[in-house]
């Protein structure tokens, strides 16, 4: 079809989006046998890991105690394969190694074996919200319709990845759940045993926050940072603790803000729709003035 009086337009606005200058922030362009992370491949690997993880609740569903070792056996294998091409991917981000399928397949082998602690951690976490919800009737109904058992799951699967120093593939499956729940838990976030979020929509974990054991919050909480310090060049000073601390047993309600390298003390209550940026002690309430 001919441009016709347009066609010194179109023809200037390709030249212009094909300088340099101006894709220099946003083009990522592949090596030889590079691919990029996909996301598909990824929602695929999350769903793997739920089916291994909770067992006849996620993927096929009639297992048996009979045959869980086989149905098991036969997703491992294919997580090890599918993860293995998406660590590859991801890897090419990382600007300090080479990527290289070596490197991909041991930092996949390392996550496989951490799938045991996995299920024990998730497991606790489905205790937490059972027993922390006087409306939840069973684990099976905390596992399949919980948000905070879906966001859990991906948070937790991308901070084993995290730690194992994968780029950008941990952001990419916690940014998942918080598409499908509500919930955004930042990878590199410490989230200790029994957590969990009652309702979650709306909560924001930072990514250098550290959450003790039996830590419960409710939705609309932030755990942030305050503004960025900047360097002596006006850039913000990146890599280091700006987000809180909560010890074991806290509970923060709904719509409560937490903000800094703070410390909440080991039992304390944060009541809802409070804004917190110094230090609490241990067993103390912070509730709004009447």
Known sequence: MALGRFDDLLKQVVRELAEPESYKEVFHQLCDGESLPSLTGLSEIVDLCRAIL??????????????????????VECLYNKLTEQILAGLCFDKAAEATRERATAICAQFI?????????????????????????????????????????????????????VPLIPRIITEMAHSETGIDIHPAATIGDYFTIDHGTGVVIGAT????????????????????????????????DRHPILEDGVIVYSNSTILGRITIGRGAVIGGNVWVTEDVPAGTKVLQKR
């Not at 939840?136 to 905390?142: P, Q």
């Not at 003790?212 to 850039?235: E, I, W």
């Open 113 to 165: 074996g951490r799938l045991p602690e996995l299920r024990r951690q998730l497991g606790t976490d489905v205790i937490a919200a059972y027993e922390g919800d006087p409306a939840a009737t069973s684990y099976g109904e905390v596992i399949s319709c919980y948000p905070v058992i879906r966001a859990l799951s991906n948070y937790r699967m991308a901070h084993e990845l995290h730690l194992l120093g």
């Open 54 to 75: 909770f067992p006849g609740y996620f993927g096929y569903s009639h297992i048996t105690s009979h045959t869980i070792a086989y149905h098991t056996g036969v997703n």
């Open 209 to 240: 926050s550290i959450i003790g054991h039996h830590v419960k919050l409710y939705q609309g909480v932030t755990l942030g940072a305050k503004s960025f310090p900047l360097d002596a060049q006006g850039n913000p000073i990146k890599g280091i």
